[in-house]
Protein backbone atom coordinates (compact mmCIF):
# COMPACT_ATOMS: atom_id res chain seq x y z
CA UNK A 1 0.00 0.00 0.00
CA UNK A 2 2.65 2.61 0.97
CA UNK A 3 4.30 2.03 -2.03
CA UNK A 4 1.61 2.45 -4.53
CA UNK A 5 1.14 6.20 -2.55
CA UNK A 6 5.27 6.71 -3.10
CA UNK A 7 5.23 5.94 -6.53
CA UNK A 8 2.08 8.10 -7.30
CA UNK A 9 3.84 10.90 -5.68
CA UNK A 10 6.80 10.74 -8.09
CA UNK A 11 4.31 10.36 -11.39
CA UNK A 12 2.98 14.19 -9.99
CA UNK A 13 3.46 17.11 -12.60
CA UNK A 14 3.77 20.76 -12.13
CA UNK A 15 0.36 22.35 -13.52
CA UNK A 16 0.21 25.81 -14.98
CA UNK A 17 2.82 28.04 -15.37
CA UNK A 18 2.24 31.31 -13.62
CA UNK A 19 5.43 34.58 -13.60
CA UNK A 20 7.34 31.99 -15.39
CA UNK A 21 7.45 29.30 -12.69
CA UNK A 22 5.25 26.12 -12.95
CA UNK A 23 3.22 25.42 -9.79
CA UNK A 24 2.61 21.97 -8.10
CA UNK A 25 -1.14 20.92 -7.80
CA UNK A 26 -2.94 22.86 -4.92
CA UNK A 27 -2.08 20.54 -1.64
CA UNK A 28 -2.83 21.12 1.95
CA UNK A 29 0.92 22.44 2.79
CA UNK A 30 0.27 25.09 0.11
CA UNK A 31 -2.71 26.18 1.79
CA UNK A 32 -1.65 26.41 5.59
CA UNK A 33 1.84 28.23 4.29
CA UNK A 34 0.05 30.62 2.36
CA UNK A 35 -2.60 31.19 5.58
CA UNK A 36 0.53 31.62 7.38
CA UNK A 37 1.98 34.13 5.54
CA UNK A 38 -1.37 35.44 5.51
CA UNK A 39 -1.57 35.71 0.84
CA UNK A 40 -4.33 37.56 0.26
CA UNK A 41 -4.23 35.39 -2.91
CA UNK A 42 -7.18 33.03 -1.06
CA UNK A 43 -9.32 35.47 -0.46
CA UNK A 44 -11.04 37.00 -3.25
CA UNK A 45 -12.15 39.89 -1.30
CA UNK A 46 -8.45 40.92 -0.20
CA UNK A 47 -6.62 43.11 -3.06
CA UNK A 48 -3.35 41.26 -4.16
CA UNK A 49 -0.18 43.20 -5.45
CA UNK A 50 2.76 42.00 -7.23
CA UNK A 51 4.81 40.77 -4.26
CA UNK A 52 1.39 38.50 -3.07
CA UNK A 53 1.50 37.30 -6.49
CA UNK A 54 5.53 36.47 -6.91
CA UNK A 55 5.24 35.17 -3.32
CA UNK A 56 2.37 33.02 -3.63
CA UNK A 57 4.20 31.80 -6.82
CA UNK A 58 7.25 30.54 -4.71
CA UNK A 59 4.69 28.67 -2.00
CA UNK A 60 3.05 26.86 -4.99
CA UNK A 61 5.85 25.86 -6.98
CA UNK A 62 7.54 23.95 -3.95
CA UNK A 63 6.79 21.12 -1.60
CA UNK A 64 9.68 22.59 0.74
CA UNK A 65 8.70 25.03 3.43
CA UNK A 66 12.57 26.10 3.56
CA UNK A 67 12.51 27.51 0.08
CA UNK A 68 9.82 30.13 0.96
CA UNK A 69 12.04 31.55 3.89
CA UNK A 70 14.73 32.05 1.10
CA UNK A 71 15.62 35.37 -0.03
CA UNK A 72 13.97 37.31 -2.85
CA UNK A 73 15.73 35.83 -6.02
CA UNK A 74 17.16 38.68 -8.60
CA UNK A 75 14.41 36.93 -10.98
CA UNK A 76 12.01 37.43 -8.19
CA UNK A 77 12.88 41.03 -7.72
CA UNK A 78 12.77 41.55 -11.39
CA UNK A 79 9.43 40.48 -11.53
CA UNK A 80 7.84 42.24 -8.75
CA UNK A 81 9.18 45.10 -10.64
CA UNK A 82 7.87 44.61 -14.09
CA UNK A 83 4.15 44.20 -12.25
CA UNK A 84 4.91 46.79 -10.51
CA UNK A 85 5.57 48.93 -13.86
CA UNK A 86 3.17 47.43 -15.99
CA UNK A 87 -0.31 46.51 -14.13
CA UNK A 88 -1.65 45.05 -17.38
CA UNK A 89 1.16 42.02 -17.14
CA UNK A 90 0.37 41.78 -13.74
CA UNK A 91 -3.17 40.94 -14.46
CA UNK A 92 -2.70 38.41 -17.19
CA UNK A 93 -0.50 36.80 -14.62
CA UNK A 94 -3.28 37.34 -11.61
CA UNK A 95 -6.19 35.91 -14.37
CA UNK A 96 -3.70 32.79 -14.51
CA UNK A 97 -3.48 32.18 -10.95
CA UNK A 98 -6.83 32.47 -10.66
CA UNK A 99 -7.46 29.96 -13.50
CA UNK A 100 -5.04 27.54 -11.24
CA UNK A 101 -7.38 28.26 -8.33
CA UNK A 102 -10.30 27.41 -9.94
CA UNK A 103 -8.69 24.15 -11.66
CA UNK A 104 -7.73 22.71 -8.16
CA UNK A 105 -10.91 23.24 -6.03
CA UNK A 106 -13.20 20.14 -6.98
CA UNK A 107 -14.06 19.44 -3.45
CA UNK A 108 -17.12 16.98 -2.86
CA UNK A 109 -20.29 18.71 -2.07
CA UNK A 110 -21.65 17.27 1.37
CA UNK A 111 -24.45 16.88 2.94
CA UNK A 112 -24.12 16.55 7.01
CA UNK A 113 -26.90 15.52 9.03
CA UNK A 114 -28.13 17.61 12.14
CA UNK A 115 -26.18 16.89 14.92
CA UNK A 116 -24.29 18.66 18.33
CA UNK A 117 -21.42 19.63 16.67
CA UNK A 118 -18.22 18.33 18.43
CA UNK A 119 -15.62 20.93 19.84
CA UNK A 120 -12.65 20.87 17.23
CA UNK A 121 -9.43 22.09 18.85
CA UNK A 122 -7.19 21.08 15.87
CA UNK A 123 -7.71 22.71 12.07
CA UNK A 124 -9.10 20.94 9.55
CA UNK A 125 -6.54 20.76 7.26
CA UNK A 126 -4.50 18.79 10.39
CA UNK A 127 -7.74 16.95 10.57
CA UNK A 128 -7.92 15.72 7.41
CA UNK A 129 -4.06 14.75 7.06
CA UNK A 130 -4.71 12.61 10.44
CA UNK A 131 -7.34 10.96 8.37
CA UNK A 132 -5.58 9.97 5.69
CA UNK A 133 -2.18 8.46 7.67
CA UNK A 134 -4.82 6.91 10.13
CA UNK A 135 -5.81 4.50 6.97
CA UNK A 136 -2.49 3.79 5.42
CA UNK A 137 -1.17 7.33 3.73
CA UNK A 138 2.10 8.46 4.37
CA UNK A 139 2.37 11.82 6.10
CA UNK A 140 4.39 13.50 3.25
CA UNK A 141 2.01 12.03 0.84
CA UNK A 142 -1.06 13.41 2.86
CA UNK A 143 0.58 16.82 2.71
CA UNK A 144 1.25 16.89 -0.63
CA UNK A 145 -1.17 14.95 -3.00
CA UNK A 146 -4.23 17.41 -4.67
CA UNK A 147 -5.62 18.58 -2.19
CA UNK A 148 -9.12 18.28 -3.54
CA UNK A 149 -7.79 14.06 -3.74
CA UNK A 150 -6.84 14.69 -0.19
CA UNK A 151 -10.76 15.81 0.76
CA UNK A 152 -12.50 13.08 -1.04
CA UNK A 153 -10.70 10.34 0.44
CA UNK A 154 -11.39 11.81 3.99
CA UNK A 155 -14.89 12.07 3.08
CA UNK A 156 -14.39 8.37 1.52
CA UNK A 157 -12.95 7.21 4.83
CA UNK A 158 -15.01 9.32 7.49
CA UNK A 159 -18.40 7.35 5.05
CA UNK A 160 -16.66 4.22 5.61
CA UNK A 161 -16.24 4.85 9.82
CA UNK A 162 -20.13 5.46 10.16
CA UNK A 163 -19.97 9.48 9.54
CA UNK A 164 -23.77 10.25 8.85
CA UNK A 165 -21.74 12.28 5.55
CA UNK A 166 -23.71 11.96 2.22
CA UNK A 167 -21.71 13.18 -1.13
CA UNK A 168 -24.07 15.50 -3.34
CA UNK A 169 -23.69 14.75 -7.04
CA UNK A 170 -23.59 18.16 -9.62
CA UNK A 171 -27.51 16.85 -10.32
CA UNK A 172 -28.43 17.01 -6.91
CA UNK A 173 -26.99 20.46 -5.92
CA UNK A 174 -28.38 21.96 -8.80
CA UNK A 175 -31.75 20.58 -8.19
CA UNK A 176 -31.31 21.55 -4.63
CA UNK A 177 -30.38 25.06 -6.13
CA UNK A 178 -33.68 25.33 -7.72
CA UNK A 179 -36.03 24.27 -5.33
CA UNK A 180 -34.12 26.91 -2.74
CA UNK A 181 -34.51 29.76 -5.63
CA UNK A 182 -38.27 28.62 -5.64
CA UNK A 183 -38.61 28.57 -2.14
CA UNK A 184 -37.53 32.36 -1.76
CA UNK A 185 -39.05 33.37 -4.55
CA UNK A 186 -42.65 32.24 -3.81
CA UNK A 187 -41.80 33.87 0.18
CA UNK A 188 -41.15 37.02 -1.62
CA UNK A 189 -44.34 36.93 -3.88
CA UNK A 190 -46.48 35.88 -0.67
CA UNK A 191 -45.14 38.36 1.54
CA UNK A 192 -47.45 42.12 1.80
CA UNK A 193 -46.85 44.97 0.27
CA UNK A 194 -45.78 47.20 2.54
CA UNK A 195 -48.30 50.44 3.65
CA UNK A 196 -47.13 53.47 2.39
CA UNK A 197 -46.38 56.05 4.52
CA UNK A 198 -48.88 58.95 5.36
CA UNK A 199 -47.79 62.26 6.85
Not at 52 to 68: G, M, Q
Not at 130 to 135: D, E, F, T
Not at 145 to 165: H, I, R, T
Amino acid sequence: MEKRWIKATTILRPTIKVAGVRLFPFCLRHRVALEALDSPVLDTTKKIGPTDLVLAVRVLSTHNLDDVRKPWTIAEQFRIALYNHSPARFIAELRKLLIYFEAQSLWPRVWQKDEKPKSVAIPWQLTIVASLVRNGVPIETAWTMPEADAVWLYFANCKAEGASVEIISDDEWDAMERSKAETTKAAVSDSPAPNPRVN
